[in-house]
């Protein structure tokens, strides 16, 4: 189950990122990616607004449990 970052702790996104689980770290990119679509809904897609920074953080999260062999 997943947790939220108690904003006190003051966590970056990388750090909450690493913090996930295999299944938590997939749904948040699939929500993710599903808000971006509805945030584009009926506008231009710029570069920027479809490769944002959390998205690089979480496919190098995956590429790093991957090469380690965490990845079920």
Do not use: C
Not at 1 to 21: P, T, V
Not at 38 to 55: D, I, K
């Amino acid at each position: 189950m997943g947790q939220f970052a108690n904003a006190d702790e003051n966590l970056s996104l990388e750090e909450q990122i690493k913090s996930l689980g295999d299944d938590e770290l997939l749904d948040f990119w699939e929500e993710t990616q599903h808000l971006l679509k509805l945030l584009n809904a009926g506008e231009p897609v710029s570069e920027e607004r479809v490769h944002p920074e959390y998205e690089r953080l979480i496919l190098q999260e995956l590429q790093v449990r991957s090469g380690r062999g965490e990845l079920r």
